[in-house]
């Protein structure tokens, strides 16, 4: 059913690029902007046009060379922000305007001095403005996770009467749970007489560790669109991870929804956006990360090899993954080690494997991993010990 697809808005060139040392040039940005429409992400980001020389000219240049691929530059509800992001736009195919104002009173107190009624007005301005340029706008309401629901409502409805496209109800610093996050969602669709004008985004910060599962709860709540980055790049402690959004409507099936993401290019796009931006994945990492198809203990490693459904559930190979490894450590078993040897050319027999297998753990008490060198050894002393007996 279309109205069940999820759109992915990527915003690592934009959100992504703000961790410290990301910083990319205009080359490198429109090599990763041409690998995610690859990849099949709807919207880019592509980066805040009023922010610097480098940035209006980064979105510039990639408005030129993406073809099929929605093209979005952010900006604050200041109508010079909004005209300069326009001006970067106007060789897009695809041209969106983000644009948007902190509505929660941290923000309009403490940040702006203002009150919800001025906050309002602008917001509503801001959408009017950007749509004398480009026919889809986006409306952020910045810090929206801490926002009360009612007066959230009522923005939204106004933001959607002047003209926006896609309504973002951004959780800015991480704080919500997730079935806080979903239902503040829900009381959108539920509470917002024209919701059904706009497109609902979720865009989830992940200050404690929620970002994706405040996402999925949005997503079966009513918004029909993830703003996230690739490897989860961000703000502090950083956004939410694309990688993973993808997969978990994949595997769950039952939720019905999908997205256009080509997932074997996945770890692929994960490498290159590491490399470029500097920024290494960690190993543990969902989906992409170096052990995430890794086996080291030896009781994952026997019923893996028996059958992978029991501890994999997704395949390397769906998302692009080199293949399931058998890590050897002092944690794995007799099963491991006779598929090691076998991988690298030796057929022991069960008995030879237990010898072995003794010679094994004295050798991975004092390694961290025991390598293809370290089993050549074994087994060329061992076949010298048995023809000398």
């Avoid at 195919?93 to 923000?107: K, V």
């Amino acid at each position: 059913m279309p109205d069940k697809k999820v759109f992915i808005f990527d915003t690592t060139l934009r959100d992504g690029e703000q961790v410290p040392g990301c910083k990319l040039n205009t080359n490198e940005k429109i090599e990763v902007a041409l690998k995610l429409e690859e990849l099949g992400v709807d919207i880019i980001e592509a980066g805040f046009p009023i922010s610097s020389p480098g940035d209006f000219h980064s979105v510039e240049e990639i408005s030129k060379m993406v073809k099929e691929t929605t093209i979005c530059g952010l900006s604050r509800a200041v109508q010079k922000d909004i005209e300069v992001a326009a001006q970067a736009l106007k060789h897009a195919a695809r041209p969106r305007i983000h644009t948007g104002i902190g509505t929660s009173d941290y923000h309009i107190r403490s940040k702006f001095n203002s009150t919800r009624e001025e906050i309002l007005a602008r917001g509503v301005q801001a959408v009017k403005w950007a749509k004398n340029f480009v026919d889809d706008v986006e409306f952020y309401a910045e810090d929206a996770g801490r926002t009360e629901n009612d007066y959230l409502a009522t923005v939204i409805e106004k933001v959607i009467e002047a003209g926006a496209t896609v309504v973002n109800i951004p959780d800015t610093t991480g704080y919500c749970l997730p079935h806080q996050y979903g239902e503040k969602i829900a009381y959108l669709v539920n509470h917002v007489k024209n919701i059904d004008k706009a497109v609902i985004s979720c865009h989830c910060h992940n200050d404690l560790g929620l970002a994706t599962a405040n996402s999925i709860a949005g997503v079966i709540a009513g918004a029909r669109q993830i703003e996230c980055t690739v490897n989860g790049l961000g703000e502090r402690a950083g956004n939410t991870s694309m990688e993973e959004c993808v997969m978990i409507l994949k595997q769950h099936k039952h939720l019905g929804f999908f997205t256009e993401i080509r997932t074997p290019l996945l770890n692929p796009i994960s490498r290159q956006v590491s490399d470029t931006m500097r920024m290494p994945v960690q190993p543990n990492k969902a989906i992409v990360g170096s052990n995430a198809f890794s086996h080291s203990s030896g009781i994952h490693q026997d019923g893996f090899l028996k059958n992978s459904l029991t501890y994999e559930i997704i395949s390397p190979e769906d998302v692009g993954a080199d293949g399931s490894k058998i890590v050897l450590t002092a944690r794995s078993g007799r099963s491991a080690l006779a598929f090691r040897f076998q991988k690298i050319g030796y057929d022991f027999t069960r008995n030879d494997i237990d010898v072995l297998y003794e010679k094994f753990l004295k050798v991975a008490d004092t390694k961290k991993e025991v390598i293809e060198s370290d089993l050549h050894d074994m087994a060329n002393s061992y076949r010298l010990n048995a023809a000398l007996a």
